[in-house]
């Protein structure tokens, strides 16, 4: 329909190549943003509404079982919904649901960060049980990597659990070339390492450093007598 006349598609005995030459003809419309528009009833608003508040609890139910491959379906929905309808309640829901997941994240980096990081200290013991669920967590977060559309590029990341794995490791380092020869923690200390570095790559290099270390102190302690 057009301000001058209405086109009727008959799709058995209409004439498509007029339909399409008229369509031609028209004029462009510069920004269609400001020409077509999408009014909502109240009654549809509150069904979208409805919907929005259902789909928010769904992502939230997803993150906690860290279906994150649902989180970012819904949540694409919700961009969608936003920059179409451009409702205030469907942005405020929105938001919302960014915030609850970049607070889940960095909930979970902190649960394992104590974790791990009370496992590596001095006295304590680290098995392969709670390696394996360091790990755990990792895996989780690099699932939520594709969630850095939404969340932006500030998300804890698995970069950010090896990081503070590797940060923690270099402060065994130091303690280690502390120690004496004949300490009990010094062998702790290097089979903690030894036992991440077979998890992890990043630490192999460091395991390598934490030998030569136990190394030096050997030849130090030869050198004395």
Same mark, same amino acid.
């Given at each position: 329909m057009t301000g001058d006349s209405v086109t009727i598609v008959d799709p058995l005995h209409g004439k498509p190549g007029k339909i399409h030459n008229d369509l031609a003809s028209l004029k462009d419309i510069p920004r269609p943003?400001?020409?077509?528009?999408?009014?909502?009833?109240?009654?549809?608003?509150?069904?979208?509404?409805?919907?929005?508040y259902r789909h928010q609890l769904s992502i939230y139910s997803?993150? $906690?079982?860290?279906?994150?491959?649902?989180? $970012?379906? $819904?949540l694409d929905e919700f961009k969608i919904l936003c920059d179409v309808l451009n409702l205030e309640s469907i942005k405020r829901i929105y938001t919302e649901c960014i915030t609850y997941?970049?607070?889940?994240?960095e909930e979970q980096y902190k649960t394992a960060s104590m974790a791990i990081n009370k496992c590596l200290t001095d006295g304590n013991s680290l098995n392969e049980r709670e390696v394996e669920h360091y790990q755990s967590y990792i895996n989780h977060a690099r699932l939520a990597e594709s969630l850095k559309s939404h969340l932006g590029e500030n998300t804890f990341g698995s970069h950010s659990y090896i990081q503070a794995l590797?940060?923690?490791?270099?402060?065994?380092?130091?303690?280690?070339?502390?120690?004496?020869?004949?300490?009990?923690?010094?062998?702790?200390?290097?089979?903690?390492?030894?036992?991440?570095?077979?998890?992890?790559?990043?630490i192999d290099p460091k395991y390598q450093d934490a030998c030569a270390k136990v190394f030096q102190l050997f030849?130090?302690?030869?050198?004395?007598?």
């Open positions: 943003a400001d020409v077509l528009k999408f009014p909502l009833s109240q009654e549809s608003r509150t069904k979208v509404e409805n919907q929005a997803a993150a $906690k079982r860290f279906d994150y491959q649902l989180v $970012k379906y $819904k997941l970049t607070k889940h994240l590797k940060v923690q490791v270099d402060g065994m380092l130091v303690s280690i070339g502390q120690k004496d020869l004949d300490d009990s923690g010094l062998l702790a200390a290097l089979n903690k390492i030894q036992l991440l570095k077979e998890h992890f790559d990043d030849q130090a302690s030869i050198q004395t007598f």
